[in-house]
């Protein structure tokens, strides 16, 4: 294997690497109750548990961020 073709491949896995060091923000905003579309609507129970479950992680400042949600790829 040749000096060149060692540094193609060795320099883009540690650029991979040191790019861990850079923390995303993962901090939520602070919840206003008054702006949930839910307390807005009366939504009835039954849709209120559906749009808590499915939609709230990534459509709300409630998001819960998985474990992988800290390695960076680009």
């Not at 193609?8 to 901090?27: E, H, N, V």
């Not at 129970?45 to 998985?66: A, V």
Request: hydrophobic residues 40%; positive net charge.
């Amino acid at each position: 294997m040749t000096i060149k073709r060692k540094l193609i491949t060795i320099i883009p896995i540690g650029i991979i690497a040191l790019i861990q060091f850079i923390a995303i923000d993962t901090s939520n905003p602070e919840i206003n109750a008054n702006n949930d579309c839910l307390n807005l609507t009366n939504a009835p129970k039954e849709i209120e548990n559906i749009l808590k479950h499915s939609c709230y992680d990534g459509h709300s400042n409630q998001t819960k961020y998985p474990w992988y949600s800290k390695v960076v790829v680009s």
